[in-house]
Protein backbone atom coordinates (compact mmCIF):
# COMPACT_ATOMS: atom_id res chain seq x y z
CA UNK A 1 0.00 0.00 0.00
CA UNK A 2 1.52 3.37 -1.07
CA UNK A 3 2.03 5.86 1.62
CA UNK A 4 0.40 8.70 1.78
CA UNK A 5 1.97 11.98 -0.06
CA UNK A 6 4.33 9.28 -1.37
CA UNK A 7 5.92 10.43 -4.45
CA UNK A 8 5.43 7.98 -7.61
CA UNK A 9 7.96 7.27 -10.25
CA UNK A 10 8.54 4.74 -12.75
CA UNK A 11 11.89 3.75 -12.03
CA UNK A 12 14.09 5.04 -9.04
CA UNK A 13 18.22 4.90 -8.96
CA UNK A 14 19.24 5.21 -6.00
CA UNK A 15 23.06 5.93 -6.70
CA UNK A 16 24.30 9.19 -8.68
CA UNK A 17 27.47 7.51 -9.95
CA UNK A 18 28.52 6.79 -13.64
CA UNK A 19 26.14 4.17 -13.70
CA UNK A 20 23.35 5.60 -11.74
CA UNK A 21 23.00 9.03 -13.82
CA UNK A 22 23.56 7.45 -16.88
CA UNK A 23 20.93 5.12 -16.76
CA UNK A 24 18.76 8.11 -15.24
CA UNK A 25 19.15 10.02 -18.30
CA UNK A 26 18.44 6.92 -20.45
CA UNK A 27 15.34 5.98 -18.76
CA UNK A 28 14.41 9.86 -19.22
CA UNK A 29 14.99 9.78 -22.82
CA UNK A 30 12.67 6.80 -23.00
CA UNK A 31 9.81 8.67 -21.53
CA UNK A 32 9.74 7.35 -18.21
CA UNK A 33 9.20 9.50 -15.15
CA UNK A 34 12.65 9.00 -13.31
CA UNK A 35 13.92 9.47 -9.60
CA UNK A 36 17.61 9.79 -8.98
CA UNK A 37 18.68 9.14 -5.09
CA UNK A 38 21.90 10.70 -3.93
CA UNK A 39 23.77 10.46 0.04
CA UNK A 40 26.23 13.18 -1.59
CA UNK A 41 25.82 16.60 -1.64
CA UNK A 42 26.72 16.53 -5.60
CA UNK A 43 26.15 13.94 -8.09
CA UNK A 44 28.80 12.12 -9.83
CA UNK A 45 29.58 9.31 -7.21
CA UNK A 46 32.93 8.36 -6.00
CA UNK A 47 34.53 8.21 -9.93
CA UNK A 48 33.91 11.52 -10.31
CA UNK A 49 33.98 13.39 -6.92
CA UNK A 50 36.90 11.45 -5.54
CA UNK A 51 38.11 8.86 -7.54
CA UNK A 52 39.09 8.70 -11.50
CA UNK A 53 38.45 12.41 -12.51
CA UNK A 54 40.50 14.01 -9.80
CA UNK A 55 43.14 11.35 -9.54
CA UNK A 56 44.03 11.88 -13.90
CA UNK A 57 43.71 15.90 -13.42
CA UNK A 58 46.52 15.31 -11.20
CA UNK A 59 48.37 12.99 -13.17
CA UNK A 60 48.06 15.22 -15.98
CA UNK A 61 49.17 17.82 -14.37
CA UNK A 62 52.40 15.72 -12.89
CA UNK A 63 53.02 14.54 -16.16
CA UNK A 64 53.71 17.65 -17.51
CA UNK A 65 55.80 19.24 -14.64
CA UNK A 66 57.78 16.05 -15.77
CA UNK A 67 57.80 17.00 -19.66
CA UNK A 68 58.79 20.28 -18.60
CA UNK A 69 61.61 19.31 -16.58
CA UNK A 70 63.29 16.32 -18.60
CA UNK A 71 62.17 16.18 -21.86
CA UNK A 72 62.08 19.80 -22.64
CA UNK A 73 65.72 20.51 -23.32
CA UNK A 74 66.28 17.53 -25.73
CA UNK A 75 64.09 19.83 -28.10
CA UNK A 76 65.88 23.26 -27.34
CA UNK A 77 63.86 24.27 -24.38
CA UNK A 78 65.45 25.93 -21.47
CA UNK A 79 63.26 27.22 -18.29
CA UNK A 80 63.11 26.76 -14.66
CA UNK A 81 60.11 24.88 -13.55
CA UNK A 82 58.81 24.95 -10.20
CA UNK A 83 55.91 23.38 -9.21
CA UNK A 84 52.97 24.93 -7.37
CA UNK A 85 50.83 22.50 -5.60
CA UNK A 86 48.35 24.39 -4.11
CA UNK A 87 47.80 25.33 -8.26
CA UNK A 88 47.80 22.07 -9.38
CA UNK A 89 45.04 21.41 -6.77
CA UNK A 90 43.11 23.90 -7.38
CA UNK A 91 43.14 22.95 -10.99
CA UNK A 92 41.93 19.08 -9.77
CA UNK A 93 38.76 20.87 -7.46
CA UNK A 94 37.99 22.81 -11.26
CA UNK A 95 37.62 19.68 -12.91
CA UNK A 96 35.66 18.15 -10.32
CA UNK A 97 33.31 20.78 -10.15
CA UNK A 98 32.98 21.13 -13.59
CA UNK A 99 31.88 17.15 -14.06
CA UNK A 100 30.19 17.67 -11.37
CA UNK A 101 28.01 20.88 -12.53
CA UNK A 102 27.25 18.82 -16.17
CA UNK A 103 25.92 15.74 -13.94
CA UNK A 104 23.41 18.03 -12.35
CA UNK A 105 22.30 20.01 -15.81
CA UNK A 106 21.94 16.88 -17.38
CA UNK A 107 19.15 15.65 -14.89
CA UNK A 108 18.08 18.79 -14.87
CA UNK A 109 17.38 18.87 -18.44
CA UNK A 110 16.16 15.43 -18.62
CA UNK A 111 13.69 15.99 -15.96
CA UNK A 112 14.85 13.67 -13.54
CA UNK A 113 13.87 14.26 -10.42
CA UNK A 114 16.90 14.40 -7.67
CA UNK A 115 16.76 13.33 -4.06
CA UNK A 116 18.72 14.31 -1.51
CA UNK A 117 19.64 11.37 0.93
CA UNK A 118 20.20 7.68 1.43
CA UNK A 119 18.24 5.43 -0.31
CA UNK A 120 16.94 2.15 0.80
CA UNK A 121 14.82 -0.14 -0.95
CA UNK A 122 12.14 -2.23 1.16
CA UNK A 123 9.69 -5.04 -0.43
CA UNK A 124 6.08 -3.34 -2.16
CA UNK A 125 8.51 -1.35 -4.72
CA UNK A 126 9.04 1.17 -1.95
CA UNK A 127 11.87 3.25 -1.65
CA UNK A 128 12.91 5.75 1.09
CA UNK A 129 15.13 8.23 0.92
CA UNK A 130 16.43 9.39 4.73
CA UNK A 131 15.65 12.50 6.26
CA UNK A 132 12.62 12.78 2.94
CA UNK A 133 9.54 12.00 2.09
CA UNK A 134 8.83 8.31 0.63
CA UNK A 135 9.58 7.45 -2.91
CA UNK A 136 7.67 4.49 -4.71
CA UNK A 137 8.19 3.09 -8.17
CA UNK A 138 4.56 3.35 -10.28
CA UNK A 139 2.92 -0.24 -10.50
CA UNK A 140 2.86 -0.77 -13.87
CA UNK A 141 2.26 -3.96 -16.13
CA UNK A 142 6.07 -4.09 -17.42
CA UNK A 143 7.77 -1.68 -14.55
CA UNK A 144 11.31 -0.71 -14.56
CA UNK A 145 13.80 -2.15 -12.45
CA UNK A 146 15.60 0.29 -9.58
CA UNK A 147 19.35 0.16 -9.83
CA UNK A 148 21.36 0.30 -6.78
CA UNK A 149 25.16 1.92 -8.02
CA UNK A 150 27.98 2.23 -6.29
CA UNK A 151 30.52 -0.02 -4.64
CA UNK A 152 29.42 0.92 -1.38
CA UNK A 153 26.08 -0.48 -1.40
CA UNK A 154 25.21 -3.12 1.22
CA UNK A 155 22.48 -6.06 0.13
CA UNK A 156 21.32 -8.05 2.42
CA UNK A 157 19.50 -10.98 0.20
CA UNK A 158 17.87 -12.38 3.02
CA UNK A 159 16.46 -9.29 3.96
CA UNK A 160 15.56 -8.42 0.28
CA UNK A 161 16.51 -4.74 1.25
CA UNK A 162 19.40 -2.85 -0.20
CA UNK A 163 20.97 0.08 1.01
CA UNK A 164 22.89 2.87 -0.44
Same mark, same amino acid.
Given at each position: %???? #??? &?? +??????? #??G #????? !???????? /???? !??????? #??????????????L?????????????F???????? !?????A???? &? =?????K????????? %?K???????????????G? =?V?????????????????? !?V? /???? /??V +?P???????
Amino acid at each position: %MAAE #GAK &RH +DVVIVGA #GPG #GYVAA !VRGAQLGL /DVAL !VEKEPVL #GGTCVRVGCIPSKALLESSFLYQEARSAFAAHGLKSQ !VDLDLAAMHA &R =REKVVKQNTDGVAFL %MKKNGVTVYRGTGRLEAGR =RVVVAGDEPVLREEREDPAA !VVV /DDHH /DEV +DPAAGEAEA
